[in-house]
């Protein structure tokens, strides 16, 4: 395996600790210390406005205040010292007194330049200030009080310094620790998600083999066990499925066996016949040319008979021609050849050519109006089937005796095709006879077939002309009439 998902979640875990203790480190060092000084100048802030209104209310001498500065002054660390205008102290934090008077006038009448302000106004000063005898920076206020008197606050800045490097030191062997315990911790709990993963993985592995005998035993309630269970009915549904395919392949195994003995049978006995007849067609069709010429004395009865053996012989001859076609078809020895060409106009010409055979059938003839559609077919072969269904039509229209012939553009799968159907009244074909129209010989009225002449083998030349274009064809039953369609690509 390349690339584990233990170790991939492992490395996600501890990429982001690392990176949270790194970016932990990181704000310490540069925003902390000015967090301190921020926080350090309120408290300077606030101790000044204290004093300022203990002075006002002249407790400053109290020992209550005493008490509460010296708290103050040793919890921050902060130096204090307030004194009148004769130079008098009047409160102190530190036992240097004169150097913290000598800092605050040096503040007030000789500044150095140095000094970094953070704030001032009329009543305050407040700034960094390096104490050059100690070499110490300080924060510093110094002012007069509403009293008059003069006073100074500081804090030294070392004390912060440490206690960042502290607080920086201490968080680095921190997250070193947390780091340490977290890459333990994390190994651990990826081993316990990642198990049920795995034996996933192993099921998975094994179904692609074929092989549906494992399965998932999860018992945490989570959604890897739903995943199991999923994997374990998706095992049953493969394992069902796959026997029966193979059911159903045995069982079309035999049907094509079977198709290919119906078949070899079927094209045996159209070569037989067409073989079989081809001889006493000649032969009726010489009788009754003899027969006509006055072989017989009876004129009436000569007459009769010899239109007869012609009218039959006509029949024979055509039905073994349609056989002949149907054989080739069959035998895919007849090649399909696709051009391009405007089925419009080939409808339009095979009409013009058999209007004829409409006048004398009493057809009225629908044929709308259409702009050319060019398809891409076998264009004899086209016009075969245009014609079959067309006479099959005026074989069957009664009633009104109408013919219609419509087109209708549609999309299949990604590709434009053109539908043509051929619609004429009169009676439904029955719905048990709808599945055998195009079986060669099937005869749905085999009275009227006899009588218009059919051979039953049509449909059948339909049938197989489509199919060696590979382009779908059917009939639909209305309660008024029959349509018959046909399609072909319009690209």
């Not at 960042?164 to 316990?192: H, P, Q």
């Not at 290919?260 to 009726?284: C, G, R, W, Y």
């Not at 199919?467 to 690209?491: A, C, D, H, P, R």
Request: glycine share 6%; hydrophobic share 40%.
């Amino acid at each position: 395996m390349k690339h584990s998902i233990r170790l991939q979640i492992a490395v996600m875990f501890m990429s982001v600790t690392v990176g949270t203790v790194a970016l932990c480190w990181i704000a310490n060092n540069i925003f902390l210390e000015r967090f301190y000084v921020r926080n350090k100048v309120n408290v300077i802030t606030d101790a000044y406005e204290r004093i300022n209104e203990v002075v006002s209310n002249g407790d400053i001498t109290s020992a209550e205040f005493d008490i509460e500065l010296k708290l103050t002054c040793d919890m921050y660390n902060i130096g204090l010292l307030v004194i009148d205008a004769e130079s008098n102290t009047i409160k102190s934090s530190s036992r240097d007194v004169e150097r913290l008077m000598q800092h605050l006038y040096d503040n007030f009448f000789r500044p150095e330049p140095e000094i970094k302000y953070i704030d001032e106004n009329d009543k305050y000063y407040l700034a960094t200030i390096e104490d050059k005898q100690i070499s110490t920076d300080y924060i510093e206020m110094w002012g007069v009080l509403d009293n008059g008197n003069m006073f100074l606050i500081r804090t030294p800045l070392e004390s912060i310094r440490d206690s960042v490097d502290i607080a920086n030191r201490f968080l680095a062997y921190v997250g070193i620790v947390g780091i340490i315990i977290s890459v333990f911790l994390v190994w651990i709990v990826t081993s316990k998600v990642t198990k049920p993963i795995m034996e996933l993985k192993d099921i998975s592995a094994k179904m692609t083999q074929l092989d549906f005998e494992t399965k998932y035993n999860g018992h945490s309630g989570n959604e890897l066990d739903l995943l199991g269970e999923h994997m374990n009915e998706l095992s049953k549904a493969l394992e069902k499925t796959i026997s029966e395919i193979k059911t159903a392949n045995n069982e079309l195994q035999r049907d094509i066996e079977k198709k290919e003995q119906v078949d070899e049978m079927s094209k045996e006995f159209l070569s037989n016949v067409s073989h079989e007849l081809k001889t006493p067609i000649a032969l009726i069709q010489g009788y009754a040319e003899g027969l006509k010429e006055g072989i017989n004395d009876d004129a009436e009865s000569r007459e009769f008979y010899c239109e007869v053996i012609m009218d039959e012989a006509g029949k024979m001859n055509t039905m073994v021609k349609k056989l002949m076609d149907l054989n080739q078809l069959e035998f895919g020895n007849d090649v399909v050849v696709m051009e391009r060409f405007d089925i419009v106009a080939l409808i339009g010409n095979f009409l013009t050519s058999a209007e004829i055979l409409i006048e004398q059938n009493g057809i009225m003839l629908k044929h709308e109006q259409h702009e050319p559609i060019y398809v891409w077919a076998d264009e004899f072969k086209t016009e075969e089937v245009v014609r079959n269904f067309f006479s099959n039509a005026m074989n069957h229209a009664n009633g009104d005796k109408i013919i219609e012939i419509k087109y209708r553009m549609i999309e299949m799968d990604g590709t434009n095709k053109v539908r043509v159907s051929v619609f004429n009244t009169g009676e439904p074909i029955p719905e048990e006879s709808l599945p055998h129209i195009w079986e060669k010989f099937y005869k749905v009225d085999k009275a009227r077939t006899r009588e218009y002449g059919g051979s039953g083998v049509g449909l059948s030349i339909v049938k197989a002309i489509m199919e060696s274009m590979n382009e779908q064809y059917g009939v639909i039953n209305y309660t008024n009439g029959v349509e018959f369609w046909f399609e072909l690509e319009t690209k």
